[in-house]
């Protein structure tokens, strides 16, 4: 079984991701790490926890950094996500508790003693990434894959959700996101250009809620404030953001990918915007040399998501 590793800021597309990968009979989930993103990082570690309860998910869960390297402690987006970043489901007292080492140091743990065989997939700020990186720089080559969701990379539209120029994830700590693109490790990008392609709409849940078990009905709940969301958007359905990187990793020909050196710009009007030198591509030197080409999903199989996600979850 695939070993993956989960850093997540739950998050109600965050838990999506985390379903279908604890649902997917070839993935063997050894560690989730949390960050902050969807709510602060108590809330999306308290979430982390009681989903890990709630779905008998036994890899240990331990907390990430939650300012970003620069220290900012950002505003929730609690009209998003809802107050408690699980769409204001209620959530009871958990009994799981975090493991006693911090995020980055059990990424670093379970890549060195599993060497050449973990995954990593991550899906809020970037900041547990990048501390393991500036650490233990020996892990991007001792990983078998990264796969993270953030940027945009004006694909199909997509520019920034967060900003007219930034997507979440990446505008949350753009200095992390920023070493995380440019380590020298296989690094898959999973952007709004693709994940906002992919959309579930009420009656895709419903059908999940009537015909999936506890997993559908939980996935119907912890959906309606996202829902909500996106209606006022005017989007027919949910984003499918997380979920999408998850996907990525199990079935990466549902998408379509470019390589190029990609920047992060950090400060000013730009804040958290991502930008890829597509390879092959001349200008003069710039900021873009002398890093490395991750991959950047630029199209997706939308039907096929959605089908992996509905026959995983079921
Ligand atoms: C990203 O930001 C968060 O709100 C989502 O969970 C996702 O990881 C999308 O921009
Ligand atoms: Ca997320």
Redesign the pocket.
């Known amino acids: 079984r695939r070993k993956v590793i989960f850093d997540t800021?739950p998050?109600?597309?965050?838990t999506m991701a985390l379903l279908l990968l604890r649902y997917t009979p070839t993935i063997d989930l050894i560690g989730i790490t949390t960050a902050s993103?969807?709510g602060k990082i108590a809330t999306t570690t308290r979430n982390a926890l009681y989903l890990a309860d709630k779905f008998q998910i036994s890899a240990p869960v331990a907390m990430g950094q939650g300012p970003s390297l620069d220290g900012v402690t950002s505003g929730p987006?609690v009209n998003?996500?809802g107050k408690n970043a699980l769409g204001d489901i209620p959530i009871p007292p958990v009994r799981r508790k975090v493991i006693d080492k911090p995020a980055h140091d059990l990424l670093i743990d379970l890549i060195r003693s599993n060497p050449h065989e973990v995954t990593l997939v991550a899906?809020?700020h970037m900041t547990n990434l990048a501390l393991a990186l500036r650490k233990a720089p020996e892990i991007a080559s001792l990983v078998k894959e990264v796969v993270l969701?953030?940027g945009a990379f004006g694909y199909n539209g997509a520019r920034g959700?967060?900003t007219p120029a930034a997507?979440?994830?990446f505008h949350g700590d753009p200095r992390a996101a920023d070493e995380v693109c440019g380590a020298s490790w296989p690094l898959t990008i999973v952007g709004?250009d693709v994940?906002t392609q992919t959309i579930m709409t009420d009656a895709y849940f419903a059908d999940l809620r009537d015909h999936g078990g506890a997993a559908g009905r939980f996935l119907w709940d912890v959906t309606r404030v996202y829902m909500d969301f996106h209606k006022s958007l005017g989007v027919s359905g949910i984003y499918v953001?997380?979920a999408s990187a998850a996907a990525f990793v199990i079935d990466p020909s549902l998408f379509h990918t470019i390589s190029g050196a990609v920047r992060v710009a950090q400060g000013g009007v730009a804040d958290g915007e991502s930008i890829v030198k597509p390879d092959g591509r001349k200008f003069p030197p710039g900021a873009w040399d002398h890093r490395p080409s991750p991959s950047v999903c630029v199209d997706v199989n939308a039907d096929g998501v959605r089908e992996l996600f509905r026959r995983t979850v079921l």
């Open positions: 800021d998050g109600v597309d965050d993103g969807n987006p998003v996500h899906t809020g969701m953030g959700n967060i997507e979440a994830n709004l994940t953001h997380d």
